[in-house]
């Protein structure tokens, strides 16, 4: 055999059999192409902060931040008092957590905030308080002073409230419009979401503003808010959030877990109401797998337990949080709702805590399955997808620098995305 010369292998099924498959299962790859897209690559919130539409002011997220910086001055002044002792992180991982927390709380206190126009409001006067709302985001973005995310949440597509929600949005969304257009960073809640049905009714509410003010079709996108156990279990065995999901035509963009009035529909005493109870669980993780895959996001709920009052309280207050906030993201619920500006700190604490503890080993197993320089665990293109979006969460939220990631990894923030999003096809392909 000459040189270069291959040497050939035998077969024994014609080139048509293989095209045959293929065309056989081209709406099949279609549909997964249409369904499954993946994670849209963009920044995850680590939280949202909803507050009251009738409360809300220009000030609104300076204010948490001050408030959850004199918290910390108050019940934990230094690193060893506060996340050292009391939420029983190691000295080595206590100062770098407090120092980053306190320096998030300075510049970026919210990440996500929605104008509450449901449960939490108490306002007379909701057509004005809406149009605020739309005036003050606008100027926000305008500004600088914005949260990377903001919206509403709505009232519900239930018939008492039905009429009234629709208009809410009607004059947010146009308020926006008239101060010169939809931000980037604008979120829709839907909350307690029952049938696909309404789902639907959102879906064509929002096509007819596109239609009415211009916009491209499917500009805009909301979150489902998961309060009901109608929205996991149909009355046919079915889940329900799967077909939620479906029937948004790809405008969702996340489905919340309302951990009380969830946990209230299933009869759970307001005593153990929680978000670690295991009916929170099955809902969650009916969700997530729903989820999976399609582009839309998983949210955990939130405790209504206040670090409020003398400060062996608030420490108790602050365990619990950060207890729950570490749980969830360890079964990768990396967003949660947040009630009182006292809860952000513990908030950040665990998300820091979460990504530095394991920054090293993630980055170093990274770094050897891009070099192909193996190691004691044999990794795949799977793996590396899990390992780079850890690492561009943790940099997204300022748990982590950029400049330590590529210390360890070799890698920049390109790279890390390119390993984060393979297409579906790639992840069966070992050494992508």
């Known amino acids: 055999m000459g040189q270069g010369q291959q040497e050939q292998v035998a077969t024994s099924l014609a080139g048509a059999v293989s095209e045959e498959i293929s065309a056989s299962l081209a709406p099949v790859d279609a549909e997964l192409e249409r369904r499954y897209p993946g994670d849209p690559g963009t920044r995850q919130p680590v939280h949202t902060v909803y507050v009251p539409g009738d409360a809300f002011a220009a000030d609104t997220i300076r204010s948490w931040g001050d408030r959850a910086l004199a918290a910390l001055d108050e019940h934990a002044p230094d690193a060893a008092a506060s996340f050292a002792a009391v939420l029983g992180l190691s000295d080595e991982l206590a100062e770098p957590v407090y120092s980053r927390v306190r320096a998030k709380l300075e510049r970026e ?37 914005a949260a ?58 929002l096509e007819e503003f596109e239609k009415a003010r211009g916009l491209e079709a499917g500009r805009i996108g909301f979150e489902i808010q998961i309060e009901t156990s109608q929205s996991i279990l149909a009355t046919d065995g079915t889940a329900t959030v799967a077909r939620m999901i479906q029937a948004a035509e790809g405008r969702a963009t996340g489905l919340h877990y309302g951990t009380f009035d969830y946990s209230a529909c299933l009869g759970v005493s307001a005593a153990y109401q929680a978000s670690d ?156």
Not at 116 to 137: T, V
Not at 186 to 199: N, R, S
């Open 277 to 432: 109870h295991p009916a929170a669980d099955h809902a969650k993780a009916i969700m997530q797998v729903a989820a999976a895959g399609t582009g839309v996001r998983v949210s955990d709920g939130s405790t209504n337990v206040l670090p409020v009052g003398p400060t062996a309280k608030v420490h108790d207050a602050w365990r619990l949080h950060y207890g729950l906030t570490r749980r969830a993201l360890s079964r990768a619920y990396y967003q949660g709702w947040d009630m009182h500006p006292g809860h952000i700190p513990t908030r950040y604490a665990a998300v820091f805590a979460f990504y530095r503890e394991g920054f090293e080993q993630a980055a170093a197993r990274l770094a050897r399955y891009a070099n192909h320089t193996g190691g004691d665990v044999m990794d795949e293109p799977a793996t590396a997808k899990a390992l780079s979006g850890y690492l561009l969460r943790g940099l997204d939220c300022g748990a982590l620098d950029i400049a330590e990631v590529a210390r360890v990894t070799g890698l920049t923030r390109a790279d890390l995305e390119g390993f984060a999003a393979p297409r579906r096809g790639d992840l069966t392909i070992s050494g992508k």
């Open 109 to 145: 206190p919210i990440e996500d905030l929605r104008v509450d126009f449901e449960d939490g409001y108490q306002g007379k006067e909701e057509d004005q308080d809406a149009a605020r709302a739309a005036r003050l985001i606008a100027e926000a973005y305008e500004n600088g002073t």
């Open 148 to 205: 990377p995310y903001m919206g509403i949440r709505m009232k519900c597509m239930e018939t008492a409230v039905r009429d009234r929600g629709i208009r809410t949005l009607d004059i947010f969304l146009t308020g926006l419009m008239e101060a010169g257009g939809l931000p980037e960073g604008l979120v829709l809640t839907l909350p307690k979401v029952t049938y696909a049905e309404q789902v639907t009714a959102m879906v064509r509410l």
